[in-house]
């Protein structure tokens, strides 16, 4: 593995994770909407990871890289974790919205309340939300040390290369 294809697994995970970040930043933002313009409240997001192998990222792309795209492959097929299991990145797949039903509340002047009095709010637990925000910046944090780390190693091996 060469450090550009360190670079673009810890690429991904820092854009996934961002993809988290945000969800959980409309879910809270959200946490008391009542209207859509679907109808009904809102409803939580989650996003969906997906593993997704570096070969079929690098044969995806085409154009002027042609050359380190097939220095990577060549590269990929000799990586072998004594398992025939290659290296994977990770990519959100989708982000699907929560099918659980609404919390219903009981305020009767709300103008969004039923018959009953009743007012759907999304079913949205802000501690929940708020545990995912914390290991979604642990993880981001985490691909963001990563990142340093392949920037020192690039420093030192050209500093061995002048000497």
């Known amino acids: 593995m060469n450090l550009f294809t360190a670079f673009r697994i810890s690429h991904d995970g820092l854009s996934s994770q961002r993809t988290r970040l945000n969800t959980v930043a409309s879910n809270l933002a959200n946490i008391n909407t009542?209207?859509?313009?679907?109808?009904?409240?809102?409803?939580?997001?989650?996003?969906?990871?997906?593993?997704?192998?570096?070969?079929?990222?690098?044969?995806?792309?085409?154009?002027?890289?042609?050359?380190?795209?097939?220095?990577?492959?060549?590269?990929?097929?000799?990586?072998?974790n004594g398992e025939n299991n290659k290296l994977s990145s990770v990519k959100v797949s989708s982000i699907e919205e929560d099918q659980r039903p609404p919390r219903m509340v009981y305020e009767p002047h709300h103008p969004d309340a039923n018959e009953d009095g009743y007012v759907e709010y999304p079913n949205i637990d802000p501690v929940m939300e708020m545990v995912d925000m914390i290991s979604t910046t642990r993880s981001y944090e985490a691909n963001v040390s990563v990142v340093d780390s392949i920037k020192k190693m690039a420093t030192q091996a050209i500093s061995i290369a002048r000497s």
């Open 34 to 80: 009542t209207r859509t313009p679907e109808g009904g409240p809102y409803k939580k997001k989650t996003p969906v990871f997906e593993a997704n192998k570096l070969d079929e990222i690098f044969g995806e792309e085409q154009g002027d890289d042609d050359f380190e795209i097939s220095m990577f492959d060549s590269e990929l097929n000799d990586i072998d």
